[in-house]
């Protein structure tokens, strides 16, 4: 991009080759941590098994479904179809399944800085490259296999290009800003967020206009028009979907309605505001496929009553019997205490700037922090880490400008104080960034939302694919976690495969019920083909059944 002219020139001009090496270092050490995370996940939850069969079904039945329904859950294509070629090069399993997802993280550490780079020019946008690399937020994602990972990578292309496009980039970024708009439509649910956040930054601009006596710039009709033809055309095939099948656009927004939980919903939607406004500095997501779960820290504590370890692993439990609610509150922040102040000071530092200083990014940002919490705001169960993505980069973005505007104030004082106290900042912030992505997969409730047995039990029977069927106990029925880490072996009930001459058991050790299916018929050779280890430990074993052939007839 060309040099701005007048005072932005030096915020704005050309790359400069220390910005390159910078850009290729952060890139380099964020894929290495991102790899490095998704090596130590644990288990395969049930969506990330169902991305997975939906990614496998497209490759052996060839087509162009538009949408995913797999396990009665409505989900968006693109990612089953990025996932589908690397299944065919590579082979399906959970490592080349999360490893797309860390391609995909480590390809957005750019794309972090390329947004921020038009937006707020060459010092954030080093801030916000370098405050990406150890993002436990994004590192998480990065490691598992979920569609949400690409909301963020969209969401920094979408900003980065209306930013280019309003600083005059003209017809050509605008209509490259509705692509992206267009095409994120294909990410997540939580992007249909996305044009209302737009919509909102637009009016707070239109208002500054107003407001300081400004004219809105020539041709800037003409280029609407094309940003709003272009996410039309890219978006129509789903648009079109949706119009035909409005109950696939409906069922997710149903599924996690504020419906029936005990209280108004007036009082739902503002204790939700509150969990997902303080979730940067004192409780966060409880869930421990999204975050990493923790006792109240001190100031939390102080703030309302939050359930202990203990107790939240009893509400675990009730929870997955279908006799309690989410236990909230139970989550550790997305910060730590010093990282979350500086979040909040930017937040004021950009309310300050968008109310007083001249017309810039600060309000549409802050409508796209508004807006986008509503993912999680109207959802339950706030705040809610996976449903929140479409936040990432707006966060860092704050975050950044924060840490700036700290170095300015400070330089101003001395040079060396400056420097150290940002330099002591970020170590704090990647040392706390980084033992918390080490601790997540070693915390005890883990491994229980992510189905280790599950995966285990699957992996031992790969071998046998291709072979007799094999007979799981009734209780499990056939979960997605097991069918595709048992890809290629026939799955069948446990009174499954009559007339069969050879079959697999599957059979659990407690406290896991026993296998329920009827016993061999006499005669029939039994033996124990495998163990199943789980966590170190036994968790089952295969038990291989020959029945022997019937003497002919003379």
């Known amino acids: 991009m060309a040099a701005d002219a007048g005072p932005d020139g030096e915020r704005f001009g050309p790359v400069q080759r220390w910005e390159w090496l910078a850009l290729l270092l952060a890139t380099a050490l964020g894929g290495a941590i991102r790899f490095w995370a998704m090596r130590r996940a644990p288990g395969l939850w049930y969506d990330e098994a169902w991305y997975a069969l939906e990614a496998l079904d ?250 202990g370890a203990e107790e939240a692993a009893r509400w675990q439990d009730a929870r997955a019997a279908g006799a309690a609610p989410d236990p909230h509150g139970t989550g550790l922040p997305l910060f730590d205490v010093a990282t979350g102040l500086l979040f909040y000071a930017g937040i004021a530092l950009f309310v300050s700037r968008a109310l007083r200083g001249p017309a810039g990014p600060e309000g549409p940002v802050l409508a796209w922090l508004a807006v986008g919490s509503l993912a999680s705001v109207l959802s339950f169960g706030a705040p809610n880490y996976l449903r929140l993505t479409l936040l990432m980069p707006a966060v860092l973005l704050v975050l950044g400008a924060a840490a700036c505007e700290l170095h300015r104030r400070l330089a101003a004082r001395g040079g060396a104080l400056a420097s150290t106290v940002l330099a002591l900042l970020f170590a704090n912030y990647a040392a706390v960034e980084l033992r918390r992505a080490a601790s997540w997969p070693e915390h005890p409730m883990v491994p229980r939302e992510f189905n280790v047995e599950f995966r285990a039990a699957g992996e031992a029977l790969r071998p046998y694919a291709g072979g007799p069927p094999v007979k799981v106990p009734a209780y499990l029925g056939l979960p997605p976690t097991l069918r595709f880490c048992a890809d290629g072996v026939r799955l069948v009930a446990a009174d499954g495969a009559p007339g069969e001459r050879e079959w697999l058991e599957l059979h659990p050790l407690p406290p896991w019920p026993p296998f329920d299916g009827p016993a061999p018929p006499p005669g029939a050779a039994v033996e124990r083909a495998a163990t199943i280890q789980s966590g170190g430990a036994p968790w089952g074993y295969i038990v291989r059944v020959r029945v022997p052939a019937a003497p002919s007839s003379p």
Request: charged letters at 15%.
């Open 58 to 307: 497209l490759l052996r039945n060839p087509g162009w479904p538009i949408f995913f329904s797999g396990g009665g859950h409505m989900r968006e294509p693109l990612f089953m179809y990025l996932l589908a070629p690397v299944f065919h090069f590579f082979g399906p399993t959970v490592e080349t399944a999360r490893g797309t997802c860390v391609a995909i993280g480590t390809l957005t550490i750019p794309a972090f800085w390329w947004m921020a780079r038009g937006i707020d020019g060459r010092r954030v946008a080093i801030a916000v490259l370098f405050l990406a690399v150890p993002f436990r937020w994004h590192v998480h994602f990065s490691s598992l296999c979920f569609r949400t990972i690409l909301t963020p990578l969209f969401a920094a292309l979408l900003a980065g290009a209306v930013a280019r496009w309003l600083r005059g980039g003209g017809p050509r970024w605008a209509a490259v800003a509705g692509a992206f708009l267009g095409a994120g439509l294909y990410t997540y649910t939580a992007w249909r967020l996305a044009p209302v956040a737009l919509a909102a930054g637009g009016a707070l601009l239109w208002w500054r206009a107003r407001r300081d006596g400004s004219s809105l710039p020539a041709g800037l009709r003409r280029e609407a028009a094309a940003f709003a033809a272009c996410a039309f055309v890219v978006a129509a095939p789903l648009l079109l979907h949706y119009l035909r099948r409005p109950d696939q656009f409906a069922h997710r927004a149903g599924e996690v309605e504020l419906e029936g939980r005990g209280r108004s919903r007036a009082a739902i939607l503002a204790a939700q505001a509150r969990d997902v406004a303080l979730m940067f500095a004192f409780r966060g997501d409880h869930v421990g496929k999204h975050n990493l779960p923790g006792g109240p820290g001190f100031l939390q504590a102080r703030l309302w009553s939050v359930p």
